[in-house]
T-cell receptor
Framework: GNSVTQMEGPVTLSEEAFLTINCTYTATGYPSLFWYVQYPGEGLQLLLKATKADDKGSNKGFEATYRKETTSFHLEKGSVQVSDSAVYFCALSDRSYGGSQGNLIFGKGTKLSVKP | SAVISQKPSRDICQRGTSLTIQCQVDSQVTMMFWYRQQPGQSLTLIATANQGSEATYESGFVIDKFPISRPNLTFSTLTVSNMSPEDSSIYLC?????????FGQGTRLTVV
């Protein structure tokens, strides 16, 4: 079945460091891919998404490219800030629900801590 | 976009009791989803709730344990029945609108 594998954390970086959080997936068909972020004490928020191969999603300085050849969707940011400290979840959509986004399958999450 | 309100935000419950979690959306949506996030784990879909029909449960989840109501297009409830400490988790409702999935803040449940 469909699955998402995400690098385990926690990840601790200094401010302005480069961030990469690896995400690979297994899926039949052509899923859409997502990164969600959960800031301390808050709910899940969509960070970015890509719906087809070679698409690049971007938001708030974060980027991720849908690589079908390597089944990957790695999250990157060139210069992290303390305010980026959160848990990041990679996810894919299972379109079995009548063509809608339907069920989201999540990775285990990666906790990022950014130190000043 | 969609704004989702979930109640309660947290609760501590005695084993053997039941808790009903409410989810209110600020717009009409066809499908609502209920997820569980166990401590240190990722999110797992419990069921999909469509208005006017019975909820569809994922493998490992049954209606007797997690009954769901969906009386209209903006509201749903999830009940965690006959709770045990293993039910201690964060429970989240979500909706899809405009090809984006939005989540509520979650209900942090602790069973003692």
């Amino acid at each position: 079945g469909n699955s998402v594998t995400q690098m385990e954390g926690p990840v601790t970086l200094s401010e302005e460091a480069f961030l990469t959080i690896n995400c690979t997936y297994t899926a039949t068909g052509y899923p859409s891919l997502f990164w969600y972020v959960q800031y301390p004490g808050e709910g899940l928020q969509l960070l970015l998404k890509a719906t087809k191969a070679d698409d690049k999603g971007s938001n708030k300085g974060f980027e991720a490219t849908y690589r079908k050849e390597t089944t990957s969707f790695h999250l990157e940011k060139g210069s992290v800030q303390v305010s980026d400290s959160a848990v990041y979840f990679c996810a894919l959509s299972d379109r079995s629900y009548g063509g809608s986004q339907g069920n989201l399958i999540f990775g285990k999450g990666t906790k990022l801590s950014v130190k000043p | 976009s969609a704004v989702i309100s979930q109640k309660p935000s947290r609760d501590i419950c005695q084993r053997g009791t039941s808790l009903t979690i409410q989810c209110q959306v600020d717009s009409q949506v066809t499908m609502m989803f209920w997820y569980r996030q166990q401590p240190g784990q990722s999110l797992t879909l419990i069921a999909t709730a469509n208005q006017g029909s019975e909820a569809t449960y994922e493998s490992g989840f049954v209606i007797d344990k997690f009954p769901i109501s969906r009386p209209n297009l903006t509201f749903s409830t999830l009940t965690v029945s006959n709770m045990s400490p293993e039910d201690s988790s964060i429970y989240l409702c979500s909706v899809e609108t405009g090809a984006v999935t939005f989540f509520g803040q979650g209900t942090r449940l602790t069973v003692v």
